[in-house]
């Protein structure tokens, strides 16, 4: 079976569907691994094999011990950076402009409830799948969607901006440093952990860590993933430092 680009596409739609089931990725690999072999000795595409990638994906049958669990506790380790990058970037930018001011930096109710409303998203992109469903297979929807979730949240910022407490500049600003340290410790502990990948059984290397210009350019943007939040939170504190 040569690998056509229409089967290319039937691999990633069945590795994800099974990645939302919570396969993990020994297991996807094997039944990978199963389906190609067959279409190679059948001289058939993927598609003429077995038809939709979702659909087959989803008739198949996992042992227990090739389940992940899909608990709010297995994804700590995405939203914990997440979180504290999310607390530097909105904290270091006001931090700059209170300290251009010589003043506290406020925070209002409108910052309440906008980083309410946007860990209540997280939380349920973690919990639930239909979310990441969604946000997969509708991915301009998802665009839009998100677009307007986070335009309101500026608005309501903007909106509700009558003080709820203020923060000392000296505390906010280590609290920002804290935040960021934290958050580049916590990727760069998850980049070295016990990642998931799906392991081809016939070479026992990860299938879609291939060598080509595409995978080299998801492992570049993975080594940067850690100093993403750094970067914004000091263009941010420039910029607000600039124009206080």
């Known amino acids: 079976m040569s ?8 691999i990633d739609d069945f ?4 990645r939302l089931h919570g396969v993990n990725g020994t297991a996807i690999g094997d039944a990978l691994a ?21 659909t087959y994906a989803r008739e198949l049958r996992f042992r227990p011990d090739q389940m992940d669990t899909n608990t709010l506790r297995s994804w700590m380790p995405i939203i914990a950076p997440m979180a504290c990058g999310i607390l530097a970037v909105a904290i270091g930018p006001e931090t700059a402009r209170a300290a251009k001011l010589n003043s506290d930096v406020i925070v209002t109710w409108g910052h309440l409830t906008g980083f309410s409303l946007l860990a209540l998203l997280i939380l349920a992109t973690a919990a639930l799948t239909q979310p990441l469903r969604i946000i997969i ?9 998100l677009s307007g979730f986070f335009a309101g949240i500026a608005a309501l910022m903007v909106i509700l901006n009558n003080p709820a407490f203020d923060i000392p500049i000296a505390i906010a600003a280590v609290l920002t440093v804290a935040m960021l340290v934290t958050q580049i410790t916590l990727e760069l502990r ?3 952990a016990v990642a998931d990948p799906v392991i081809n059984p016939l070479t026992n290397k990860d ?30 504190v420039a910029l607000n430092w600039a124009t206080a």
Not at 3 to 10: E, L, V, Y
Not at 15 to 18: F, G, R
Request: cysteine-free; hydrophobic content about 35%; overall charge negative.
């Open 3 to 10: 690998t056509t680009d229409a089967d290319k596409q039937w």
């Open 15 to 18: 590795v994800t569907e099974l």
């Open 34 to 54: 199963t389906a190609t072999s067959y279409a190679t000795e059948s001289a058939e595409s993927l598609t003429d094999a077995f038809g939709d990638p979702r």
């Open 137 to 145: 297979e509708h991915p301009i929807l998802a665009t839009l969607v």
């Open 190 to 192: 998850n980049r070295t």
């Open 207 to 236: 299938h879609f860590d291939d060598g080509t210009p595409s995978a080299r350019r998801i492992n570049h943007a993975l080594r940067l993933q850690p100093w993403i939040y750094t970067l914004a939170t000091a263009a941010l």
